[in-house]
């Protein structure tokens, strides 16, 4: 975790969702990474499609991380990118949200 922390800064769009999707899977739940990730792909969402998109936001509900800002900023981004999204991907990302209490 404290190697990915480092090299961040180089991640893209890609690498930010499967790594957050790779420790979730694992249930790695640590909070300075899932900081780090939030805060990254934060400044990457607009890059996002709609897979990385799902894979933040399972992987946030995954661990239990509730970050706001990135939430928040993954429902707008599904929003505008709502004609690109498949009806299996907004269920999931309906249910990732449902899974950390909001709505």
Known sequence: ????RRNIKDFGAQALANTAWAFATVAFA????MDSLAAASLQRLSE?????L??????????GYTNHPLLDA???AVIRKIGEVTPQGLANIAWE???????
């Open 97 to 103: 949200y449902s899974r950390l209490g909001m709505r």
């Open 1 to 4: 975790a404290s190697e990915v």
């Open 30 to 33: 640590d909070k300075p990474l």
């Open 54 to 63: 799902a894979n933040m936001a399972w992987s946030c509900a995954t661990v």
């Open 48 to 52: 996002f499609g709609q897979q990385q």
């Open 74 to 76: 993954i429902s707008e």
